[in-house]
């Protein structure tokens, strides 16, 4: 089954200007990781995320360990994330987003089936998203994670396709979309507008990550409802739980933290 594209004008650009090529050796692997590898490539060659590439560009594949124990497919960028030039599209204040929330009467928040696997990358980009693994050398058509300017690629194109609704009654933090309105009848209107923007680009949604129609929802770590917002009990718990800090890096990771919650 191939994967959903969206359909939009440009794709991710990777401007590596006038970077020589990064290529890294192939990494030896056990014959489990082996098989790991080889059936998500398989997988991804199925449904359109890469296809076979004749690069000079390569980047190493890792296996990281997901919570459960299982394996996730991943690629190491970092070599050209180095020479790919920083996108300065901005990326929303988090604090000034959930402060947008607080006080009104529904909520929906909408999941994008592997959000960065819909967005294209631009035909002559390909190459520099080449990874390879015993079994040969792959690029991807789509938006792998680890690129350096995968958030604010993601951030301008729903800007551009929700410019008519953000901070009226719809807000996306990185692949977080929310919306909120005062009355159960302007929801409707407001979830209807935003589902047809998202279906005409040909953005596919994960129904069972999405939840709609709610007096009180979750999003970026706090509760928000007619009263306001609050932080979530599971952020409050994780916070409470913290270990004594023993280096200077640990102290100042904490105070970070701590500081995000200091107006509650």
């Known amino acids: 089954m191939q994967a959903t594209r969206a359909n939009i004008?440009?794709?991710h650009v990777i401007n590596t200007e006038n970077a020589a090529p990064q290529n890294s050796a192939l990494r030896i692997y056990s014959l489990e990781k082996r098989h790991i590898m080889a059936d998500e490539v398989d997988k991804m060659l199925k449904n359109g995320q890469i296809r076979p590439s004749q690069s000079s560009w390569s980047s190493p594949v890792v296996l990281v360990k997901k919570k459960d124990g299982t394996p996730r497919f991943c690629i190491d960028y970092r070599r050209l994330n180095l020479v790919t030039r920083k996108d300065e599209y901005p990326i929303p204040n988090m604090e000034d987003t959930i402060n947008r929330l607080g006080g009104n009467a529904w909520y929906s928040k909408l999941d994008l089936k592997s959000g960065y696997h819909q967005i294209p990358i631009r035909e002559q980009d390909k190459c520099k998203t080449a990874f390879k693994i015993p079994n040969g050398l792959f690029e991807f058509n789509v938006l792998p994670q680890g690129l350096k300017n995968?958030?604010?690629?993601?951030?301008?194109i729903m800007d551009q396709l929700l410019a008519n609704t953000r901070w009226d009654?719809?807000?996306?933090?990185l692949d977080d979309i929310i919306i909120f309105s005062k009355s159960f009848k302007e929801h409707l209107t407001h979830l209807k507008d935003v589902l047809a923007t998202l279906t005409k680009a040909n953005f596919r949604l994960n129904p069972a990550k999405c939840q709609l129609f709610k007096p009180e929802i979750e999003y970026l770590g706090h509760i928000v409802n007619g009263y306001g917002i609050k932080p979530s009990q599971t952020n409050i718990e994780a916070l409470a739980n913290l270990p004594v800090p023993t280096s200077t890096k640990q102290v100042h990771s904490f105070i970070q933290t701590a500081s995000f919650y200091r107006k509650f």
């Open 9 to 11: 004008k440009a794709g």
């Open 150 to 156: 995968a958030p604010p690629t993601f951030h301008r």
């Open 169 to 173: 009654y719809c807000l996306v933090y």
